[in-house]
Every structure is written in C-alpha cells, then in structure tokens.
C-alpha cells in the first residue's frame, strides 16, 4: 500500500462513528482492486507491467490461451480502462485479433458485428459500464469477469450479453478473484447483499451507504491496508 491507501485509510479509521466518508473508502477500495488487477495499474505506469508480479494476470492469460485453443471465442470485462489498454497490448503480442467497447467508443454496431461475424476477431474487451446493455455478443462463448463489479445485477448483465437470442454454444463463465485479498470479501459482501444492491449503478454511488455498514467497510480495509 503506497502513502495515499495509508492516509485514507488512517482517515477512516479516525472517522466519528456517525460520519465515515464514503468518497474516500470508495477511492480506497478502488486502489485496492487496481492492486489486485495489476500493480501497474495501480502506479498508472503500464509500462512497466511485464517487470511486476500479479497472479491475477497470469491466471487471465493462463484461462485466455485455453479458451482460444480450444476453439471460444471470449469475450471480457473489466471495469478499469488501463486493463483494457494492458490487456489490448498483450493481444498485439500475440497477434490474437480483438475488438475493444468502452464509454468513448464510436460506432458501437460495427465493433460488436465484427466480434459476432468475422472469424479472426476472437476477443472482445469491454468495460462493464459499456458493455452491460445495449449489445448482443452471441459470437462469444467464454465470458471472463477481470474484477467484480459492485452492484451483481449490471455485471449479470454483461453477462447476459453471450445468453441472447441465436446463442449456439455453451457459454464458459469465469470470475477472477485474487485470493487473501479484500477482493475475496467484496465477492462475498456481493452475494450476500445480491438484491439490494440491484439498484445500484455506480460504485461510488451513495446508495452504497445504505448497502455496506461502516463496520463491514472497515472490516475490508483492516484486512488489505
């Protein structure tokens, strides 16, 4: 954890038991997550990934090679768009074709209709807020979730996208969650609190205080800072 994590963490720790900042835990978690992801992500610095360690990342690549050597095409999400970027890099690497959807994308028909139809475009990279409404991607047979998403019902969702109407094949689903971390709380917090958080849109949304309380967030941050 780097001087930022540690100050806001010392914050929240430091809060009176009637008022926790919620725009800093969020900003908190967030980092945590990005850690989890990739430590270059988390320093911003992409370039430097290939000399850092991250499980999670070898994993991804590990589930990613199979499913193209086995003939899926895989379609994958993440909510950070520096993992779209590393992960847009490591297919340049390999000279995999692949289409990628983000908020700032344009002509969004075209870059699904080249997934679904063109035989040599074998991955799609989305992010969640993008890729959860909106588009069928019946072309896909793998879905990879990168990092979880707080609110279960927009990552079903995203999900959903692969299980549309002319769907053929049987859909792989996989969810990466970096083990001994806060991640492994969140996925649980997530289960458990499934329906209530179906309303929630936006992770820093301030819903999200009606849904963790204070002892529950703290209780993540205790265990990762």
């Not at 850690?35 to 070898?58: F, M, N, Q, T, Y």
């Not at 340049?92 to 035989?119: A, C, Q, W, Y």
């Not at 992010?127 to 896909?140: E, F, H, Q």
Request: with cysteine; charged share 25%.
């Amino acid at each position: 954890m780097d001087g930022r994590g540690a100050e806001l963490a010392r914050q929240i720790e430091a809060a009176a038991d009637g008022h926790l900042p919620y725009i800093h835990v969020f900003a908190l978690l967030s980092l945590l997550k990005k850690i989890c992801d990739h430590p270059a992500l988390a320093l911003g610095d992409l370039d430097r990934a290939g000399e850092l360690v991250s499980g999670k990342w070898e994993l991804y690549r590990e589930i990613l090679a199979e499913c193209l050597e086995s003939g899926h095409k895989v379609v994958v999400f993440t909510q950070f768009l520096g993992m779209i970027e590393l992960m847009a890099r490591h297919l340049e690497g390999l000279g995999v074709g692949f289409v990628k959807l983000t908020g700032s994308s344009v002509r969004r028909g075209e870059i699904v209709d080249r997934f679904n139809l063109d035989p040599d475009c074998r991955v799609f990279l989305g992010s969640l807020k993008a890729g959860g409404t909106g588009i069928d991607l019946v072309g896909g047979s793998a879905v990879i979730h990168y990092d979880r998403w707080w609110n279960a019902a927009k990552e079903d969702q995203a999900t959903d996208r692969v299980y549309r109407l002319g769907q053929r094949r049987a859909v792989q689903v996989f969810k990466l969650v970096t083990e001994g971390t806060l991640e492994v709380k969140i996925a649980a917090l997530i289960e458990k609190k499934r329906q209530m958080m179906a309303s929630v849109v936006q992770e820093d949304a301030p819903e999200l205080a009606k849904i963790f309380t204070r002892d529950e967030l703290l209780d993540m941050l205790r265990q990762s800072v």
